[in-house]
């Protein structure tokens, strides 16, 4: 029997604090994320971010559970990244992370989304988009946790 499925998130997450730790060109990271993911039978569509988020399009497989995966997206992808030293301000992430379900009718749009974060981030901060996207997805934001 052959089960169909077809699950899109948008996850985010950011460096501790926020603060802009990443080199502004972090294709290493990108390519090292990608790997996990890869690893963990699931599919990248696409990814990118500025020096303090990341966001990522991603089929992630149906036997692995939404937290499991970005702990070990996070924990390995934070080791390797103080290791390489190609980020040398990095400190780790931050503890949180947003994860959105999108239909496949939003895919394209979110692809491309994702494509232009820098240009995107030079009429909003991380701050106002991470509240927007929470807010549009009805996510109440526990202001104590917000961005730390």
Not at 76 to 87: E, L
Not at 91 to 113: E, M, P, Q
Request: hydrophobic share 35%.
């Amino acid at each position: 029997m052959t089960s169909y499925r077809q699950m899109f998130y948008h996850v985010i997450f950011h460096t501790k604090s926020s603060k802009p730790t990443l080199d502004a060109d972090a294709k290493d990271v990108y390519n090292y994320l990608w790997g996990i993911v890869k690893n963990k039978k699931s599919k990248l569509y696409q990814i990118n971010g500025i020096e303090n988020h990341i966001h990522l399009l991603v089929d992630i497989h149906p036997t692995i559970a939404v937290a499991d995966f970005m702990q070990d997206l996070k924990a390995y992808s934070s080791a390797w990244i103080k290791q390489s030293k190609n980020h040398s301000k990095f400190t780790g992430w931050a503890d949180g992370y947003g994860c959105f379900t999108s239909s496949v009718h939003d895919k394209d749009r979110l692809i491309n989304y994702i494509k232009i974060q820098k240009e995107h981030h030079t009429t909003e901060t991380f701050e106002e988009e991470y509240r927007r996207l929470l807010i549009e997805n009805g996510i109440e934001i526990d202001e104590r946790y917000f961005l730390k």
